[in-house]
């Protein structure tokens, strides 16, 4: 019964109920616009001054951002967003309304590394705690849905996977609608795959840098698993080139820009989790500009728009402020609690300080089955009782003899120490109990712990050594300033990151040894006595029969098909 005004008037605004909610002084809006009032509407936020303040800062990017492609293309993503999505962007007040509290920056840099981390939203002005930054209609957003509107029902059927289907829009936009499209001054603030380098678009002389680091084989399966898509999806027999050759041409459906796409929806499209219809994948406009924090405690999610008296049925992408800013400060959301070797395999990018980091370290255990012993008849292997029990309680828990565990910076790597707890079971432990009634989260016994403890120490150790330099190599590239700039951007990540990940491994390695002495299990009766008893090996980490921790999180979020 209100009818929808979709197009806001030029000039003033009426004052909105959720602005005269906030009218009793607990900042927001009301409090911007009695600022303003009192400093005569001039001041600091006058119209043009905080670009004119971004500009000396130098954060229009070069040359004050004069003939800068990249500003054309901000404006003209802000005004599509003003017209086709009535999302009020304005950079200047007007009655009962301050300016938008966001501003495009086109150049922002990392604080410690000085790595450039492209665009990025700014605070146009102080912001406090929970203001509302933004909101985008979803239908500005590019989803399954958009996508076989724009496709067609019968290429791009119901169910299809969310990736594959936003790829085949994402290209369909840029390569083939190019300037005719209806998103084009969205594309045109897309990044191109130089300006992401995510590790699997690297080429193989930048990935050898990585040697030694788990990231390597996560990064390999992900490169096929892309391959592999493009051939069953698009260029292979049957596929939807051949079928639908004038929606897929093929000059512009290649696997170069099938790269391109999947650059863009591992590095931006965002899991919506509160819509009606439940979870579902997107490109946002705008709100995919804000860069990532590992201390940001804010998150983009859906809503449905209106007021929360008024809902209209349709729904918005919104995003609260997770803490004041001050002007001219970068914001920050979280992408979630992701590890360096994540951030680089998908994003391009990794943190110097990050609480979720994490190195994933193998351990392989064999345990000595009859048939083991038989194998491997005149080499003295001793058959260990509880081999087929072993064998049988991991396959009912959904592990094997090969797993993959994340060490983390400051936390113990319990599931690792509850696994191997199992493993170095002996009938002393269990004294005739069956496994399954031990509790692998407590010490079971101080030659289970001394064993355990050993074999961590052991599997840690080996995957420091796969390494091909060591971390003070790394350490010294770094500290060569004029050297290191002189690697490329690729290259300067793969050194930072592999010095971090033996930095976070010889600490877990010396917490482990502190462990050791401090529950006196370095004691000589007690380790021999660990491994004599000891019927399980560790063995060399890289019999890999099973997924990385990294490709199993890789699985979750919902990537077609299995990697192998
Ligand atoms: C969702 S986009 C954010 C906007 C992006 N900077 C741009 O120019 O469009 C994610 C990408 O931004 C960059 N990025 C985000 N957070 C970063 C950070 N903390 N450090 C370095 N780069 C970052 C990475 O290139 C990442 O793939």
Not at 140 to 163: F, H, M, Q, V, W
Not at 369 to 391: F, H, S
Request: proline share 5%; hydrophobic share 35%; aromatic share 8%.
């Amino acid at each position: 019964f209100v009818p929808q005004v979709r197009h806001r008037p030029l000039t003033a605004k009426p004052v909105t109920r959720r602005s005269m909610a906030a009218g009793g002084g607990e900042g927001g809006e009301a409090e911007w616009v009695k600022a303003l009032l009192e400093a005569g509407g001039g001041g600091k936020n006058a119209p043009g001054k905080f670009e004119e303040e971004m500009k000396m800062k130098g954060l229009l990017g070069p040359n004050r951002g004069k003939g800068n492609p990249k500003l054309t293309a901000n404006s003209r993503l802000v005004s599509w967003l003003e017209s086709e999505g009535d999302v009020y962007l304005s950079e200047s007040s007007t009655w009962g309304e301050a300016p938008h509290p966001l501003a495009i920056s086109t150049e922002t840099v990392d604080e410690i590394t000085n790595e450039s981390s492209g665009r990025g939203l700014l605070a146009r002005r102080s912001i406090n705690d929970g203001d509302e930054l933004l909101k985008i209609p979803l239908d500005l957003c590019i989803t399954r849905r958009s996508a076989r509107k724009a496709l067609g029902k019968d290429a791009l059927p119901e169910g299809i996977n969310e990736y594959l289907a936003m790829a085949c829009q994402l290209i369909h936009e840029k390569y083939v609608q190019g300037e005719e499209s209806f998103y084009a001054p969205y594309v045109g603030v897309l990044p191109e795959v130089e300006e992401v380098n995510p590790t699997f678009t690297w080429p193989d002389e930048d990935l050898e840098f990585l040697r030694g680091s788990p990231i390597v084989a996560a990064t390999r399966s992900l490169q096929m698993k892309l391959r592999r898509e493009y051939d069953d999806l698009l260029g292979g027999d049957g596929g939807l080139i051949s079928k639908f050759p004038e929606k897929f041409p093929v000059e512009h459906y290649t696997y170069e820009n099938w790269v391109w796409a999947f650059t863009m929806l591992f590095s931006r499209a965002i899991r919506l989790r509160n819509l009606r219809v439940g979870e579902r994948l997107a490109m946002v406009p705008y709100a995919d500009l804000i860069n990532h924090s590992a201390f940001s405690q804010a998150f983009i999610d859906a809503r449905e728009s209106g007021d929360w008296l008024f809902k209209d049925g349709e729904e918005e992408v919104i995003l609260y402020a997770d803490r004041g800013y001050r002007q001219m400060e970068q914001v920050y959301i979280s992408y979630g609690q992701k590890s360096n070797a994540e951030l680089l395999l998908l994003y391009g990018f990794a943190l110097e300080r990050n609480p979720y980091n994490s190195v994933d370290v193998t351990v392989s255990i064999s345990p000595r089955t009859a048939a083991v012993v038989a194998a491997n008849e005149g080499m003295g292997i001793e058959e260990d009782p509880l081999a087929q029990e072993k064998l049988d309680f991991l396959s009912s828990v959904g592990r094997g003899q090969t797993v993959d565990f994340p060490c983390y910076t400051d936390r113990y790597p319990v599931e690792m120490l509850e696994y191997l707890r199992l493993m170095m079971m002996t009938p002393d432990d269990t004294r005739g109990k069956p496994l399954m009634d031990f509790d692998y989260s407590r010490t079971i016994s101080s030659a289970n712990e001394a064993a355990v403890l050993k074999s961590v120490v052991a599997a840690v150790k080996y995957q420091l050594g796969l390494f091909p330099q060591t971390e003070e190599d790394d350490a010294a590239i770094i500290k060569d300033k004029a050297m290191f700039r002189l690697l490329s951007y690729n290259q300067r990540m793969a050194v930072r990151h592999r010095r971090n990940e033996k930095r976070l491994l010889k600490r877990t390695l010396a917490a482990l040894e502190k462990q050791i002495r401090n529950k006196g299990l370095d004691e000589e009766d007690v380790l021999s006595r660990a491994e004599g008893s000891t019927l399980g090996e560790v063995l060399k980490g890289e019999t890999r029969k099973q997924k990385t921790a990294l490709e199993d999180k890789l699985e979750k979020m919902g990537l077609p098909i299995d990697i192998r």
